[in-house]
Structure formats: C-alpha cells, structure tokens
C-alpha cells in the first residue's frame, strides 16, 4: 500500500526566503508524481506535475524534482511571498484503478510579510 | 476550457438524513471521476472513481455510494449519515494526460 510523507508539517518563514518542502512515499513504482496548494477553506489547485521520465519540473519561482530510487520529492519555492502562503500537498498514483491518488499530509507554510 | 463545478459549498445535515452531492465537469468528454474526502486531522482519501457512465468503483467500505448517470455528472450519496461523515468532500477530473483538477469542494457538517 503507498503511503506518503510530507516534512515539515508546518514552516513559517519571512518573506523573501527560499524554501524547501519534502515529500517522500514507499512504493517507488510510479509513473508521476503531483504537488497541489490548498488555500483555507477551497478546493485543490494542481501546481506541477512530474512524470517518471522527468528529473525536475518547473513553474515559475516553483521547482519540484523526483527521485524515484529514493522514495523522494521535493518542492522547491524561491523567494517566497504572502501570497504563497496555503498548505502544500504531495500526491503519487496509489497503484488501484484509473490512476487514484494517495496523498500526503501537507506542509501548512506561512510566509510572514 | 474546463471548469468542474460542486454543490452545495456547504451542509449542515443530522445524523441518520440522507445525502446527495453534486459534481459536474464542463469542456470534456469521458473524463475520469473521483470523489475525495479531506477529514479533520487526516490526509485526503480516495473514495469513489469512475472510469465511464454508470462504471462506479469503491476504494474504502462505507456509508457513502456514488453513481454516475451522465458523462460529466458524478453524485455521491448516502442513505443514513453518521457523524464521521462530516469531512470537506471534493470532486476531481482526469482526461488523457495524467494531471488531476479539483473541484471547489463541499463542506459537510453531520450533528
């Protein structure tokens, strides 16, 4: 059963900083990987998606990367605004049918201004 | 473009009512379905998905049934709610590439 880890569970950080969040999952057998923002409150905003093939995927000031041998994701956020501040997730494909997804946790990130 | 709708935003539902929420997807065709669940404390969960019209399958045992009657209508009901039910409830869509959309989601409150 895929199970995924998010860390931290929290992080608040002044604005400007570059961040880091982790996320790593126990069934190295996937074929993408997907970060999300939640605001409070609202639905699932889908940030980037990595496929298997890929090492890395960026969008703007957001770099996500995987690394399938180590169970490990991260997203990377520079220079960091109030404006980013949401919870963060982290989804792989959870192996059943019509590519399901398990999820992790969260990192709720507050950038203070 | 496509847009995936959910309603209502809100419920405030006693213990043992029935329920029905609502998901609808705009600007596709044959999309794959999903219903998630987000309770207090705990991560998403895959409930129900839906690769077709009236193709409905359960991931986890529960109180909850889904059924798909038309290509972008995907309804999640239950008889008799229980007060684990509550939980913020989101609908998703996925077409060819492998990305999921998520709806706006609904806020149900079982007392």
Redesign the interface.
């Known amino acids: 059963k895929q199970e995924?880890t998010q860390i931290p569970a929290a992080l608040s950080v002044p604005e400007g900083e570059n961040l880091v969040l982790n996320c790593s999952f126990t069934d190295s057998a996937i074929?993408?990987l997907?970060w999300?923002r939640q605001d409070p409150?609202?639905?699932?905003?889908?940030l980037l998606?990595i496929?298997s093939s890929q090492r890395e995927q960026t969008s703007g000031r957001l770099n996500a990367s995987l690394d399938k041998s180590s169970g490990r994701s991260t997203l990377y956020i520079a220079a960091s605004q109030p404006g980013d501040s949401a919870t963060y997730?982290c989804?792989v494909?959870?192996g059943?049918?019509?590519?399901?997804?398990?999820?992790?946790?969260?990192t709720h990130l507050i950038i203070q201004p | 473009s496509q847009t995936i709708h959910q309603w209502p935003a809100t419920l405030v539902q006693p213990v043992g009512s029935p329920l029905s929420l609502e998901c609808t997807v705009e600007g596709t065709s044959n999309p794959n379905l999903y219903w998630y669940r987000q309770a207090a404390g705990r991560g998403l969960q895959l409930l129900f998905y839906s690769v077709g019209i009236g193709q409905i399958s359960s991931e986890v045992p529960q109180n909850l049934s889904a059924s798909r009657p038309q290509d972008r209508q995907f309804i999640l009901s239950s008889k008799k709610l229980l007060l684990s039910d509550s939980g913020f409830y989101l609908c998703a869509w996925k077409h060819s590439s492998y990305e999921q959309y998520f709806g706006p989601g609904t806020r149900l409150t079982v007392t």
């Open positions: 995924v074929y993408n997907q999300f409150g609202k639905g699932l905003t889908s998606l496929q997730l989804a494909p959870s059943g049918g019509a590519d399901g997804l398990t999820f992790g946790k969260g």
